[in-house]
Structure formats: structure tokens, C-alpha cells
């Protein structure tokens, strides 16, 4: 059976966010009750049946559409459940009917930094977020729409998917909350205190690649964050130490929306880079 809905026509067809009309259901329940398609076609919807189309393919479309609906709910046991065999329809009917109670009062879900990217993008541009080691929301809120043409840095993406994805972020603005935290402000305050700076851990230097080893590095820094401040408390004078820290803030935000690097990780090729910008 193909996962693609065939339209009931008319006002019959459903009411909010998809979930179908009551007189789609009630059809549904009689077919699932043991009526042959037509005679609950006909006694529950026939004054919204197109001509052609046939009965069951009005039953299959309202199966179809409580499956598209459990999608959005992110219920893909619910939806294989509804779409199962039509022969199976007797045996599954008690299963069936608990899954469409269930549906009604489920609400949309609300998406967490901690998904993974193919929950809540088109499979397409998922899939080459993963494989440009993109795998949670959490890692793409550090790399989107910081410039015009983010995404193409991310082969395979291009920039349909990547209005998309800025379509989804901006219906969801507490998902970015990490990354504005980051972001450099145009108030008074200039940047973000530098104190808030919260840099997601694969990007933190934690694990740099030009970090000495730390049985023989003379500082105790366990980040690019504190290293830089051990580098800025050597400077005693309050407005060099100003003027350091922000240039310094600067470039830890570069390298890791612009680049996706930890600041001990820039080679030679991001030197030039930032030159350039």
C-alpha cells in the first residue's frame, strides 16, 4: 500500500490538523465492525463519494491520513498499526480502534536538542547533515544561518533544504537559545559576557588538535575557554586585557559557527580564512 493519501472530497474531510471528520471514522469503525466497504461508504459518507472513486479507496485514504497524523506525532507504531493488511482488518480491529482514541488526544510534540536531525528534517537534507557529522539538533544550532549561504559547507544539502531547516528553527526559537548565547549582539553590552559563553563540548577544545598532551602541558586548562583566560590574566592592564578578551571572544565564535572547530583546532587554511572574511 502506498503512503500517499487519496482525497475524500468535500467538508467531510477532517477536522484540525489532519485528524479525520467524525463521519470518517465512524465509516472506518463500521468496516472494522465487519460491513463490506461499500454499504459503510454509502451509509456514513456517501454524500461526500466523487464519482469513480471507489469505496474502499475512500476507507484506505482515511486509514492513510490517521497514519499521516500519528507521523506528525512521531507515533511510527501507531501509523504501522492502522496500515496494516486490509485482510487483517477484523483481528486488528480492537488494536486499531485504542491507536485512534490514543491519536485524538495526543499533541504535537515539541522538538529537544537532544533529537536526532531525520526526526524532524526531510530525509534528504538529514541525510547529509549525518554525513557531514551533523547528527542532533544540538550540533546544528551552531551552525545555522550565520551567514547567507551557510549550508554550503554541507555537500548535498543546497538551499531549498536549507530554508527549510531555517523555516523549522524559526517555528522553534528555543532550540537556538544555545547558539545565541554565542552570537555577538548589536546593544550596548557589544558581545555576550563573556562569562555565558556555553560552547558545545565537541567544539570546546576539550579535545583540540593542537592541545598538548596533558601529562605535559604547564596549564591546567581543560578547555579552549579557560586557556584563553589563563592567556588574558598575564596581561595586567585592565583596557589591554579588554581589548584581548573580545578579539579573543571573536575568534572562538568564528571558529565554531564559521568553521565548526574548537579555537585549538585551526589550521594554517582557517588563518587564511578568517583573513579573508
Sequence with gaps: MKNSLVPV???????????????QLTALRAWYAGLDARSAVVQYLGHTKADGQSSRAMLNAVRRQLAAYAHTRHREDLASLILHPARERLERARA????????RNLPL?????TDAVDRWLPTRAARALQAFGIHTLADLTVRVPR????????PGLGATAARHIEAFFAAHPALTARARALVVVDTAQDVVPWELLQVPEDVDGSQGRFRAPAATCTLRAR?????????LSLHEAPATQR???KE???????AVLDRSKALSSLTTEDAIAVDST
Design 248 to 254: 579573543a571572544e571573536r575568534l572562538i565564535l568564528w
Design 243 to 245: 581589548a584581548y578578551r
Design 9 to 23: 472530497k468535500n467538508a467531510a474531510q477532517g477536522g484540525a490538523a489532519g485528524f479525520p471528520s467524525l463521519a
Design 147 to 154: 551567514r547567507r549561504r551557510w549550508w554550503a559547507v554541507v
Design 223 to 231: 578547555n579552549d575557554f579557560e586557556a584563553v583566560q589563563a592567556w
Design 109 to 113: 510534540p515539541t522538538p529537544l536538542v
Design 96 to 103: 486499531v480502534q485504542h491507536a485512534i482514541d490514543k491519536l
